[in-house]
């Protein structure tokens, strides 16, 4: 935090991480991968009398690296700004507007699994061609902070670029997500519904019971059916 200047108060700091990721075991997904996040920002505010002024702006720079030596490594420069205002236009009411954008790189998760999720029963892919992820945002807010009923409304918008989230791949078209093995190879799913229902009763007592079983089993193979779901972008 650093001194006030013309009325000026705010910090100016600087951020690092290293991580290493490592999945061990037969079901490991994702390959060992270190990565570093270097920070520098900046937060500042100004106080009038009915008014306060806010902003600030940070840039990061995000590098991934895989150490299978399949995969390759992606590095991203990332800024961040944004700026709001408070107004006490009467007392006891106030209204505010901020507004922000921001970029987020994407994950280890999201560029390199590679494989079966056994907990979820899918095939997981990334996609080390994702860029990174841009996000615009603007809030106005109305807010009564005296009296015996206090509230506050708020209008948002935001809108995203890029963006990467986890989404089923459909690569014949008919609508359903594929189903591959657990080696990711396309299969044809056959599908069983079994199970009982028990129940008894007394005056005082009573008893239910059930059993279900579903099964989605591949053809000509011992291995459970997968849908394939991988990471994606959308624009």
């Known amino acids: 935090m650093h001194a006030p200047i013309a009325s000026w108060k705010g910090v100016i700091g600087a951020q690092f991480k290293d991580r290493s990721f490592s999945a061990l075991g037969e079901e490991a997904i994702i390959p060992k991968?270190?990565?570093?996040n270097t920070n520098l920002f900046l937060v500042e505010e100004r106080n009038w009398d009915r008014f306060r002024l806010e902003f600030g702006g940070r840039y990061e720079h995000v590098s991934q690296d895989p150490k299978n030596g399949i995969n390759h490594s992606r590095k991203f420069n990332l800024y961040t700004v944004s700026v709001g205002g408070l107004w006490k236009f009467i007392?006891?009411?106030?209204?505010?507007i901020s507004a922000t954008r921001g970029q987020r790189a994407p994950a280890t998760e999201e560029l390199y699994t590679n494989g079966p999720h056994y907990a979820t029963?899918?095939?997981?892919?990334?996609?080390?061609?994702?860029?990174?992820?841009?996000?615009?945002?603007?809030?106005?807010?109305?807010?009564?902070?005296?009296?015996?009923?206090?509230w506050k409304t708020n209008l948002f918008y935001n809108r995203f670029n890029n963006y990467i989230c986890l989404r089923s791949t459909d690569i014949d078209g008919n609508g359903i997500a594929d189903c591959v093995d657990e080696n990711g190879v396309s299969v044809s799913p056959k599908r069983r519904i079994s199970g009982s229902e028990h129940c008894a009763s007394r005056r005082y007592f009573l008893w239910c019971g059930s059993r279900n079983n579903l099964c989605?089993?591949?053809?000509?193979?011992?291995?459970?059916?997968?849908?394939?779901l991988c990471a994606c972008k959308i624009r």
């Open 121 to 150: 029963e899918t095939f997981q892919t990334g996609n080390q061609a994702l860029k990174k992820e841009t996000s615009s945002n603007i809030d106005i807010s109305l807010r009564k902070t005296t009296g015996f009923v206090k």
């Open 216 to 228: 989605f089993k591949a053809r000509n193979t011992r291995s459970e059916t997968v849908y394939r």
């Open 91 to 96: 007392d006891g009411y106030n209204v505010g």
């Open 33 to 36: 991968t270190n990565s570093r």
